[in-house]
């Protein structure tokens, strides 16, 4: 029987002397200052037991990682329709690219990508103030693990409104194509705040459990979001969640996840684990440099992949 236990403090252990952490994102002001020397790891087992190490009870911005959260809620409110304006193709493109929407008249190619979480944050929007909407989504997130100590850093939000130049003309592109129904400050408000969402790699962790139980949480037993869509979000996840590096992900560590340039991953063994990890420096496509390191690791010692249907 594999000793997660072990594993996951071996890997710790591993990582603490690593020389290649990445850089942090100094373009927003509050990250820039994190220390590149954390490493937290969290690993929760389908029978409930939760491993952890290093760091793994320091909050730490998500950001990007919010984006699985929000595509649950805005997939839980309209359903499929969502795909009528988000797509479900890898951009091959940085995360923040411009690109793509031209050619495709304002319909971003996935949900993971900013332009296509802007979306999402306007479904999420309609019908709502700004602040009812971000404290769906907070509640959602705290729901989920269980936990009311998770809160948005509000410093962040407000350095990604001040500095978000990129973000906004996308949401305004995207507007001129009919692709937003909501003005779009009010739109980038609630994208800023839930990409300012802080958590620990357990807490993050425990979130992601519905993922890997088929849309439910496993601990209250009630149903987030059907099979079928957890199986989606899982796909997109694999395909989608690292940007342009998401093959290199697949082919390294095969397992759904979805990463945020504050260092953080969020990966999924269907049947098996959620798992978190978090180091703050990232590389040129906006992946956690160990994290990924880490996960390659995790999946090796276990045996966890999509790819062998023996281990899923």
């Known amino acids: 029987m594999t000793d997660i236990g ?3 403090a071996e890997i710790a252990a591993e990582m603490a002397q690593a020389t290649d952490r990445g850089r942090v994102a100094d373009y927003i002001a509050p990250l820039a200052g994190v220390d590149p020397a954390h490493f937290g790891l969290a ?20 950001q990007s990682v919010s984006k699985v959260f929000t ?27 411009i690109v793509q929407l031209e050619s495709e008249q304002g319909v971003p190619r996935n949900p993971f990508i900013n332009a296509g979480a802007i ?10 103030q700004p602040r ?32 978000g130049f990129r973000n906004a003309a996308l949401a305004n592109y995207m507007r001129a194509f009919d692709n937003l129904n909501n003005p779009v400050d009010l739109t980038l408000g609630v994208y800023f705040h839930h990409c300012a969402i802080a958590m620990s790699c357990r807490q993050l962790a425990l979130a992601g459990r519905y993922l890997m139980a088929r849309g439910v949480n496993p601990e209250t037993g009630k149903r987030v979001i059907s099979p079928e869509r957890a ?25 759904p996840g979805k990463s945020g340039v504050g260092g953080g991953i969020l990966a999924i063994a269907p049947g098996h684990a959620s798992i978190a990890v978090w180091s703050p420096g990232i590389n040129t496509s906006g992946n956690s440099q160990l994290g990924m390191v880490a996960l390659e690791r995790l999946a090796q010692r276990t045996g966890w992949s999509v790819f062998d249907p023996v281990s899923i």
């Open 119 to 128: 979306v999402v944050s306007d479904m999420i929007l309609a019908g709502h």
């Open 43 to 62: 690993v929760v087992t389908a029978d409930g037991a939760c491993h952890v190490a290093g760091d793994a009870d320091m909050p730490f911005s998500i």
């Open 132 to 163: 009812e909407a971000i404290g769906e989504i907070l509640r959602f997130v705290r729901g989920l693990a269980g936990d009311e100590a998770i809160y948005i850093d509000e410093a962040v939000a407000r350095a990604e409104q001040e500095t």
């Open 231 to 255: 199986r989606r979000i899982n796909a997109l996840m694999l395909t989608c969640g690292h940007y342009d590096g998401s093959g290199e992900f697949a082919f390294r560590v095969g397992l």
């Open 6 to 8: 072990s594993i996951v």
């Open 71 to 97: 595509l649950t809620l805005a997939l839980g409110r309209v359903g499929d329709r969502i795909w009528d304006r988000v797509g479900r193709e890898p951009s091959g493109t940085s995360f923040n690219s």
